[in-house]
């Protein structure tokens, strides 16, 4: 089913306007997909040189997602260096410690060497 975009031309994607019930189920799926990329998966490791608090989740052996937050980056040294540079730390690839940190938590079974298949809900 391939709809026309309101201004006359095709859309990428078919318009369910007409059926609430497929709409809700897509906005079902759509948070299920959003919580399993964003957060499915995800374990707390904390730094073990500054204790900052990211989460951190392996996709495979060689891809580690992280996600930090404000208070991380206010406590981790790397990040602190970047900004008295005056540069952006999101160019900065990643802090050697919160690694070394990381790699630790892999090898102590704190994260699992690759995310799980199945999201907490059992969707996936």
């Not at 904390?46 to 930090?68: D, F, G, I, M, N």
């Not at 260096?81 to 802090?95: D, F, K, R």
């Not at 990381?102 to 995310?115: A, C, L, M, N, R």
Request: net charge negative.
């Amino acid at each position: 089913m391939t709809a026309l975009a309101s201004g006359g031309g095709w859309a990428k994607a078919p318009d369910y306007t007409d059926d609430p019930a497929r709409l809700s189920s897509i906005a079902d799926a759509t948070a299920r997909d959003r919580r399993h990329y964003l957060a499915g998966g995800m374990s707390e490791i904390e730094c073990r040189t500054c204790h900052a608090c990211v989460l951190v989740k392996k996709t495979s052996p060689h891809h580690t997602s992280v996600q930090w937050n404000d208070d991380a980056r206010a406590r981790c040294p790397e990040f602190s260096a970047i900004l008295a540079e005056g540069g952006n730390p999101a160019m900065l690839p990643t802090c050697p410690r919160m690694s070394a940190s990381i790699d630790h938590g892999v090898s102590e079974g704190i994260i699992p060497k690759e995310s799980p298949v199945t999201d907490p809900d059992g969707y996936w």
